[in-house]
């Protein structure tokens, strides 16, 4: 039987904003649905995205929370903008009193942060810190400093060692090209902002920082997560398998042409997986869902 997911990682927004400049906008919740319905999902997190990085037209906390308001049938749940260098852009600014506004109001983590700073740069290790003050998940996309949108990191990961050691009881929830081509330990300085290809002859920092830090989750979503699991499907078998309790069904749509491309495949390759004996229904089960609804509704 297939199962209805929970999406842990959308961008609708309220229809008449600007497109992008290479053309194209943000899909209506309209959109979503229709996506939603061809793809066994029953509803989606509703990601903010306010980080001027690569930002045609931010959804704001507010645009957020009334879209989940506005359809509810769609968009169960929403996380909150914050960035780092907000308030005072001080390592030292309060930022628990926003946390806590939105929390208020019904957020249930912050994201998506995507701020073009070192993970571990003080004023984002102050903004993790408020993050588990506040016991709000935060989801991350990570990419390279200076080159467009994504918290940033170096090769292997040592960064985002370093915040899942100083913060055990923030949940982080990773995704985005520079984490997933960690998942092969043949990633190198050239290809990890990008899509890898061919089989994993051997895990890369991925699974080790999974095993070490059970606050880490897997972000499935976008192509990047796509290619991480269809480059070696017999290795992706394991993966999953092996760390179903922190891995997460997400598909970043983030314009109408996504919606039948990544976000299809990666569905088709989860329900294909299951109903194969690839995977298992308990793996299943918790990526598609249970795991999503343990962070939303605890």
């Known amino acids: ?120 740069d003080p004023r984002m290790m102050n903004l993790f810190y408020h993050c588990q003050k506040c016991d709000l998940p935060v989801t991350i996309h990570f990419g390279r400093l200076g080159e467009g949108c994504g918290v940033a990191d170096d090769l292997g990961l040592p960064r985002l060692e370093r915040v899942l050691q100083e913060f055990p009881d923030l949940k982080i929830l990773a995704h985005a090209m520079t984490f997933w081509s960690e998942i092969g330990a043949d990633v190198t300085e050239e290809n990890r902002n990008g899509y890898p290809t061919g089989r994993i002859e051997r895990e890369g920092r991925v699974s080790e920082l999974l095993r070490r830090y059970p606050n880490l989750y897997c972000d499935l979503s976008a192509k990047s997560g796509l290619n991480a699991l269809t480059r070696d ?28 491309g990544t976000a299809k495949r990666l569905t088709d390759f989860l329900d294909d997986a299951y109903q194969t004996g690839n995977l298992s229904h308990k793996a299943y089960q918790h990526i598609c869902r249970e795991n999503a609804l343990q962070l939303l509704e605890p």
Request: aromatic fraction near 12%.
């Open 1 to 120: 039987m297939i199962i209805p997911k929970i999406d842990m990682h959308v961008h609708a927004q309220f229809p008449g904003g600007p497109q992008r400049l290479r053309g194209g906008t943000w899909p209506t919740p309209a959109e979503v649905r229709e996506a939603y319905d061809s793809l066994g999902i029953e509803k989606g997190v509703e990601m903010s995205r306010l980080a001027p990085e690569r930002m045609h037209d931010p959804i704001t906390s507010r645009d957020a929370r009334a879209l989940v308001e506005s359809y509810p049938e769609t968009l169960g749940w929403w996380f909150c903008a914050l960035d780092p260098r907000m308030a005072n852009n001080s390592p030292r600014d309060d930022l628990s009193y926003y946390l806590d506004f939105f929390k208020e109001r019904g957020a249930r983590g912050v994201g998506e942060l995507q701020a073009n700073l070192y993970i571990d």
């Open 233 to 260: 499907a017999e290795f992706a078998y394991g993966f999953l398998e092996e760390f179903y309790g922190q891995i997460l069904f997400a598909t970043d749509i983030s314009s109408p042409k996504t919606i039948h």
